[in-house]
């Protein structure tokens, strides 16, 4: 039995967390070799890959530290395999498949990657190939992807939002003059994020952020720049939150400061919002006003949730050993008891999960402290416990894949 790992798709804090329980479960298993692509899919198709030292990863305890590196240590693409059957680059795939002798192959991604599982399946099924199996393994800040309670990496990256927002509340303070300061939050269509910026009013007791704004809501410029004045009124320094999605019901949000460009899925770039709000705030209001945008650190940095990285290394083993008999299926997480948290774990299909959105529910937004309540009783669980972090000379120091590759 061989097998074959690749990481999709945007990073996250703990995707190598469900890349080192993936490995753990094929060791355990025992498979007898177990390759890593290099760039996802791409790393297959050119045969990009690298092939795991099994005896070193367990001596020198190499899961351990793959579960305090942030980002993608295999690589990732943004690439999108044709909906034609008869592309080039599915023959190519199972070509280096088929060389390796491969049994099982896991690739970890978001919804965009859950296509991919999808279409390698549909290949295999329309070309009647056998003895290889194709699992996905669900991640994404975004925290959007379907049938799950939530997404590994979610966790870690609203972590890391609420601890710079509340580290930017102790300096937008000090100063006693009118002030407005816009964080601006990844997630395009969904506002998950941006909507668990409100555990910082909770841990805090207090506003935090003054101001919340999601892709699901509808509101006007004037409605926006109405409530800024009034909040005002009651507060010196405001800070208001915003997915970069969020657009008002007029797009006058979308007039450009930068361009656009796609990805390979068609996604456009929507960073800006904040900057374009500050710029509107600061010529409307004449008042100091700013923005800042969290972009990529969201993703990938240190402040890495304990129950994110267990919660993703569970996936990415149960990915795994569900490749050793069958495919086409996803595992998922649920969360079992609304009171006190626990989750347990299933799978899906890929039809389930690829190219589909989950948004906030219309129920949560209807106000503010409707909102509150609902994002702290679903979010503070995921972000609870830190992972240990090496150092050396006062910095992070981070396994390489050097350390655990033939």
């Not at 190939?129 to 966790?155: A, R």
Request: with cysteine.
């Amino acid at each position: 039995m061989n097998a074959i790992i690749a990481q999709s798709g945007g990073p996250t804090s703990v995707i190598n967390s469900s890349l080192a329980g993936a490995i753990s479960a094929y060791i355990e298993n025992g498979f007898d070799h177990i390759y890593l692509s290099l760039n996802g899919i791409e790393g297959i198709i050119s045969g990009n890959y690298r092939e795991v030292d099994k005896d070193s990863f367990i001596r020198n305890k190499i899961s351990e530290k793959l579960m305090a590196r942030p980002s993608s240590i295999l690589g990732s693409c943004r690439f999108k395999l044709s909906d034609d059957m008869e592309d080039e680059n599915y023959k190519q795939i199972f070509q280096t498949l088929e060389e390796l002798e491969i049994t099982s192959l896991v690739y970890i991604g978001g919804n965009d990657s859950m296509d991919t599982v999808m279409k390698l399946n549909s290949y295999m099924d329309c070309n009647n190939i056998s003895g290889i199996n194709v699992i996905g393994c669900p991640k994404t800040i975004d925290n959007d992807l379907c049938q799950m309670d939530h997404s590994p990496g979610f966790g870690s990256a609203a972590k890391f939002i609420n601890q710079s927002i509340l580290t930017l509340r102790t300096d937008v303070d000090i100063y006693n003059l009118k002030s407005v300061t816009f964080v601006e939050i990844m997630g395009r269509n969904a506002g998950w994020l941006a909507a668990s910026s409100l555990l910082s009013n909770h841990q805090a007791g207090k506003d935090v952020v003054n101001l919340l704004y999601l892709p699901e809501d509808n509101k006007s410029l004037d409605e926006i720049i109405e409530e800024i004045k009034k909040a005002l009124k009651s507060e010196n320094n405001l800070i208001v939150a915003l997915a970069e999605g969020f657009r008002d019901r007029e797009r006058l949000l979308d007039k450009p400061m930068f361009s656009n460009t796609d990805d390979g899925f068609n996604h456009k770039i929507v960073a800006g919002v904040g900057q374009r709000l500050a710029d509107i705030i600061r010529s409307d209001l004449q008042i100091k006003s700013r923005a800042v945008e969290l972009s990529i650190l969201q993703r990938t940095n240190t402040t890495i949730s304990k129950t994110d990285a267990k919660e993703a290394y569970e996936l990415g083993y149960k990915a795994a050993k569900l490749s050793k008999d069958k495919t086409n299926l996803i595992p998922i997480l649920i969360r079992e008891d609304a009171d006190q948290y626990k989750v347990t774990y299933t799978e899906v299909r890929p039809e389930k999960i690829a190219n589909l959105e989950k948004k906030i529910p219309e129920e949560w937004i209807k106000d503010k402290n409707t909102l509150q309540e609902k994002i702290v009783n679903y979010a503070l669980p995921l972000i609870e416990g830190e992972v240990n972090q090496k150092y050396k000379n006062g910095l992070p120091v981070f396994v390489r894949l050097d350390d655990f590759i033939l």
